[in-house]
């Protein structure tokens, strides 16, 4: 028997949002890993590894990403949150957990 979330999960493979970034706001606008990074006031390290899907977006960079493309925190946030659930998701089989029911 499936669930839904294992359906669900089957459909749809979100991307990193760092895959998001790159293409829809650093290519789009033809800035370098550089200059982007200069604008959000962070290293070149740090930006290219969520850039290169090594590191999430937190709430702090969520913040400075929405001032520096308009955006909201909230978008990435969420970009960020459907890719770590879908990734735990994949993984659901192997975790050793009981339903827990009322006494």
């Known amino acids: 028997m499936r669930t839904t979330t294992e359906v669900t999960m089957k459909m ?3 991307p990193h949002p760092g895959e998001v970034l790159r293409k829809l706001c650093l290519d789009a606008m033809g800035l ?25 977006i937190g709430p702090e960079m969520a913040v400075r ?3 520096a493309f308009g955006t909201s925190a909230e978008s990435w946030l969420n970009q960020q949150l459907q890719y770590d ?4 998701e994949k993984g659901r089989k192997r975790l050793r957990v009981t339903r827990l029911t009322a006494a």
Do not use: C, F, Q
Not at 33 to 55: P, Q, Y
Not at 85 to 88: C, G, K, P, S, Y
């Open 12 to 14: 749809h493979n979100p």
């Open 65 to 67: 990403l929405s001032i």
């Open 85 to 88: 659930l879908w990734h735990a």
């Open 32 to 56: 370098s890993v550089t200059e982007a990074s200069r604008s959000l006031g962070v290293s070149r390290k740090t930006l290219s590894a969520i850039l290169n899907g090594r590191a999430g």
